[in-house]
């Protein structure tokens, strides 16, 4: 079975601070992919970063970084120098790409990025 | 333009209605899927789509059909709305590796 979990339904973080959002999850796959997604109020949702299991150096795009724990089976986003415009609800989701190739999201954080 | 469109973007419906959302899409991948989201909620999967013979149910698909009619279309369908079906649907589509969304249909049924 796989499942996402992300423990934190909410966070405050003060501008231009670094803050991390954690995420674990569950599979049999031996393969699979982790995903990071941002959800403004507007409601879009925008993929942020991707972490490969079997990638070894950890996920980095701008800001955004994955902190990927394969024995924990953790991939935690980090988020650094916030902004206001980071405040959204962020997803953590999971592909296994041996087990139906369907995505599983966790429930989410919402962030909020105080002045 | 975006890769990913769905129409409409928001809709009033009443119980009992039937009601069609649509999805196209320009990023050329052959994997569709719609899910959605209720308030405060990660996203539930209702179907998805690997080409165009091949069809899934995904967690939640009671009370809804789909219909994959191009490799670029995908269209949800709610044959006979309710309430608890009022909520953001999604339409996404991935190739091998990531998934990207549209824009969202906000949806209420009456």
């Known amino acids: 079975a796989q499942k996402i979990t992300q423990t934190q339904p909410g966070m405050f973080v003060q501008e231009k601070e670094a803050v991390t959002l954690d995420c674990t999850y569950d599979t049999s796959d031996q393969s699979y992919g982790l995903f990071w997604y941002k959800q403004p109020s507007s409601g879009e949702m925008i993929f942020l970063i991707y972490?490969?299991?079997?990638?070894?150096q950890n996920a980095t795009e701008g800001r955004y970084s994955l902190n990927f724990q394969k024995a924990r089976k953790s991939a935690n986003l980090v988020i650094s120098a916030s902004q206001l415009g980071d405040s959204a609800m962020y997803f953590c989701a999971m592909r296994g790409w041996n087990t139906g190739n369907q995505f599983y999201f966790g429930t989410g954080t919402s962030l909020t990025v105080i002045p | 333009d975006a890769d990913v469109t769905q129409t409409p973007r928001n809709r009033i419906t009443k119980t009992g209605k039937r009601i069609m959302l649509e999805c196209s899409q320009t990023?050329?991948?052959?994997?569709m899927y719609w899910y959605r989201q209720d308030p405060g909620l990660g996203l539930q999967l209702i179907y998805y789509s690997f080409d165009v013979k091949d069809i899934n149910k995904g967690e939640i698909s009671d009370g809804y059909s789909v219909s994959r009619q191009a490799q670029a279309k995908f269209s949800l369908s709610l044959e006979s709305a309710i309430p608890n079906q009022t909520a953001l649907y999604f339409c996404?589509?991935?190739?091998?590796?990531?998934?990207?969304f549209g824009p969202g249909t906000r949806l209420t049924v009456l």
């Open positions: 990023k050329g991948h052959d994997r």
């Open positions: 972490q490969g299991s079997y990638d070894e």
């Open positions: 996404a589509t991935s190739d091998l590796g990531t998934q990207y």
